[in-house]
């Protein structure tokens, strides 16, 4: 019976590293008109309107950018996190969490004026999201327990917060029932950038947080500290790098990350908190995380890559009368053929002899 096991190449190069990602976005085009079409569907007219449309449809680039916003932030912070080996799985949760805390600010500040609502809604929303990311952090580093399951879990914790909230204790009086919050004030709202257009100030902010992240990603103590406990936590130790500490920093980070995004979207686009806040940014921003490479700069390009799907899947529901779910079966696929090409540029498969073959 033949054997065979998986065997590390030689380390790749890093043009073969960025062609990658290239790659999987082809083959989830190509696989995808082939699965759509099979099941009844119009397969090559659903990758033309979700990843051509958006892009040659100028009235839609400003929907890229609302939604490749918040996915880069998040990005950004995964990316650091899993440099470091560390899984938060969670940033749903964070990015909840991170627009709660700001929408107490607003909510606060109601009927009040002054430059400064904004930034508190900020620092709000940062420590919103790290104060949730802390919990996976301590049961970690001082119960040992599996990050990936505490940050995910805590997620769903976070959803049956707001739908308690905002029936209860933040409904608006003058909602005719509904279930939301009221408007924020003037200066709780970020301001339009461009105007008659819904370009807000967070798309800015996204591109100065993944450029300040890929600087001290590369040039500080801090980014070498989570690479090196990465890649070789055994050297780290030897170097004075606390493997507990990169947890703490690591997670905090990207909690941080994923609530200032949950605030700017709540702040931005939403501009009340609802219900329907929840829009599984936080675990397509994991996809968005290894499609850039762990790098703050790919990350940008990957955000931009996940907010065409997002906006293509809704035209190609009215267009083509593709099901909603169908953005979120391209993001898989796109995922799959990623972790694939990783596998196959890193291992190959070797035959081994059988212990028939070895006593022949």
């Known amino acids: 019976m033949m054997q ?6 030689r380390e790749p190069s890093k043009a073969v590293l960025y062609a990658a990602p290239l790659i999987a976005v082809l083959l ?3 696989f995808g008109a082939i699965i759509f079409s099979a099941i009844g569907y119009d397969g090559v007219g659903a990758v033309r309107e979700i990843f051509l449309t958006p892009l040659t449809n100028s009235l ?3 929907d890229l950018a609302v939604k490749a916003s918040p996915l880069i932030i998040i990005g950004v912070g995964l990316s650091i996190a899993y440099r470091a080996n560390v899984w938060n799985i969670g940033a749903e949760g964070q990015y909840i969490m991170g627009a709660l805390a700001a929408t107490w600010v607003a909510l606060s500040t109601h009927g009040m004026t002054g430059f400064w609502i904004l930034p508190a809604m900020m620092i709000a929303g940062v420590l919103g999201g790290a104060a949730f990311a802390a919990i996976p952090a301590f049961f970690k580093t001082r119960l040992n327990v599996n990050e990936i399951l505490t940050s995910l879990m805590l997620t769903y914790a976070s959803v049956q917060l ?3 909230l905002v029936r209860a204790p933040w409904k608006d009086p003058m909602g005719m029932g509904f279930p939301q ?3 924020f004030a003037a200066d709780a709202l ?3 950038i461009i105007p008659q257009t819904i370009v807000h100030a967070g798309i800015p902010i996204a591109i100065i947080v993944a450029l300040v992240a890929w600087f001290i990603m590369s040039r500080s103590v801090f980014g070498y500290q989570m690479k090196v406990v990465g890649a070789a936590p055994h050297a780290a130790r030897y170097g004075g790098f606390s493997e507990k500490k990169t947890i703490w920093l690591a997670l905090l980070v990207s909690g941080g990350l994923a609530g200032f995004a949950g605030m700017l979207e709540v702040a931005g686009p ?4 609802v219900p329907g806040f929840p829009t599984n940014y936080g675990f397509t921003a994991i996809i968005v995380a290894f499609l850039g490479r762990l790098n703050p700069l790919g990350v940008i390009f990957a955000g931009i890559i996940m907010a065409i799907t997002f ?5 190609a529901q009215t267009t083509i009368g593709l099901p909603s779910a169908a953005s979120g079966i391209f993001q898989s696929m796109m995922l799959f053929f990623l972790l694939a090409g990783d596998i196959l540029v890193r291992y190959r498969l070797r035959r081994v002899a059988s212990q028939e073959e070895a006593r022949a």
């Open 190 to 192: 970020l301001p339009n």
């Open 181 to 183: 919050t009221r408007r």
């Open 162 to 164: 707001i739908y308690y």
């Open 60 to 62: 839609k680039w400003q």
């Open 311 to 315: 906006v293509g899947g809704e035209i």
């Open 28 to 30: 989830t085009m190509f």
């Open 4 to 9: 065979f096991r998986l065997e590390k190449r």
């Open 270 to 273: 939403f501009q009340r908190m």
